[in-house]
């Protein structure tokens, strides 16, 4: 199946959820964990390293600050920026309160040309 959108992906995640009776917390730490391992494949930690990381408000975002705590336990060092617009879920301002690392929020998302 060819993903077009956030739609297509949120359908994709309550047939998912239905079908297989998996969490969306579920979801989100196993996209988490395929995009980690892809980066400890291409680029292992070293002193020079440092992975930037953007999480907006969605489940996107979640899965974002959850691959910033694999990498960071994985030996990298990470800066995370999150867009946390007055909409944002519950469980990303969870996880944003509870991520301990270096980040950064903003309120406005900065246009750069």
Same mark, same amino acid.
């Given at each position: 199946? =060819?993903?077009?959108? #956030?739609?297509? @992906?949120?359908?994709?995640? +309550? ?5 297989? $009776?998996? @969490? #969306? ?10 995009? @980690?391992?892809? /980066? *400890? ?7 020079? *390293?440092? /992975? =930037? ?6 489940? $996107?975002?979640?899965?974002? /600050? /959850?691959?910033? $705590?694999?990498?960071? @336990? ?7 920026? *999150?867009? +946390? ?6 469980? =990303?301002?969870? *996880?944003?309160?509870? =991520? ?6 903003? $309120? ?6």
């Amino acid at each position: 199946m =060819f993903v077009q959108g #956030s739609q297509d @992906s949120h359908e994709l995640d +309550l047939a998912a959820e239905a079908k297989w $009776n998996l @969490s #969306s917390l579920f979801l989100m730490n196993n996209a988490a964990k395929c995009v @980690s391992n892809v /980066i *400890l494949q291409h680029h292992p930690p070293h002193d020079d *390293l440092v /992975i =930037f990381l953007l999480a907006g408000p969605g489940n $996107n975002g979640n899965d974002t /600050i /959850i691959t910033a $705590n694999l990498l960071h @336990s994985a030996g990298y060092r990470v800066v995370l920026f *999150l867009y +946390l617009p007055d909409h944002a879920s519950a469980q =990303f301002s969870f *996880l944003r309160d509870h =991520f301990p690392y270096q980040h950064y929020i903003l $309120n406005d998302l900065l246009a750069f040309q």
